[in-house]
T-cell receptor, first 114, second 115 residues
């Protein structure tokens, strides 16, 4: 039972480098999310996708882009990494048709930008 | 305004005692869900318990229960008989019916269980 799979688990980038965080879910969920977690700030929503082909900004979208490649996959791209983007990134998914179902999370990606 | 507020950045509890983690929320949607997650030091997010806004009874899952006070807009997590393995970050979250594509999370409470 894979659930939500994120890659990579750890990454160190230099300022200005780009990278893509990959996320895939095998639960046939419509909704997918990218969060970042910083100490004392909880989880903040970067982008979400309600269904294949749609994406919307969350609280902190600046510096990020996303792609909902298909129903399974939702990637997060940092075009020009900055130290302020050092964080733990979580991908999550959930059925889109109900408000009463929990989100399922990946294991997280610990990103350090130096 | 914050959708979810957790006012206890850190808490200590003695092993085998009960502990309550506070959560208040803000919504005008009559239909919503409230969730608690546990994040141990290993980092994964573990779903613990769910409470629906129309549920008449407080949710329970094993040693976890949710003290739901709708009029006060609070959804406190109660952990009975604390164990060392309960030491973790705990997050409260909400999902609204009319905006069901978003989950709102609080800033979390770090619980330390003392032997």
């Amino acid at each position: 039972n894979a659930g939500v799979t994120q890659t990579p688990k750890f990454q160190v980038l230099k300022t200005g480098q780009s990278m893509t965080l990959q996320c895939a879910q095998d639960m046939n969920h419509n909704s997918m999310y990218w969060y970042r977690q910083d100490p004392g700030m909880g989880l903040r929503l970067i982008y979400y996708s309600a269904s294949e082909g749609t994406t919307d900004k969350g609280e902190v979208p600046n510096g990020y882009n996303v792609s909902r490649l298909n129903k399974r996959e939702f990637s997060l791209r940092l075009e020009s990494a900055a130290p302020s983007q050092t964080s733990v990134y979580f991908c999550a998914s959930s059925p889109a048709d109900r408000a009463h179902t929990e989100a399922f999370f990946g294991q997280g990606t610990r990103l350090t930008v130096v | 305004a914050q959708k979810i507020t957790q006012t206890q950045p850190g808490m200590f509890v003695q092993e085998k005692e009960a502990v309550t983690l506070d959560c208040t929320y803000d919504t005008s949607d009559p239909s919503y869900g409230l969730f608690w997650y546990k994040q141990p030091s290993s980092g994964e997010m573990i779903f613990l318990i769910y409470q629906g806004s129309y549920d008449q009874q407080n949710a329970t899952e094993g040693r976890y229960s949710l003290n739901f006070q709708k009029a006060r807009k609070s959804a406190n997590l109660v952990i009975s008989a604390s164990q060392l393995g309960d030491s973790a970050m705990y997050f409260c979250a909400m999902r609204e019916r009319y905006n069901f594509n978003k989950f709102y999370f609080g800033s979390g409470t770090k619980l330390n269980v003392k032997p």
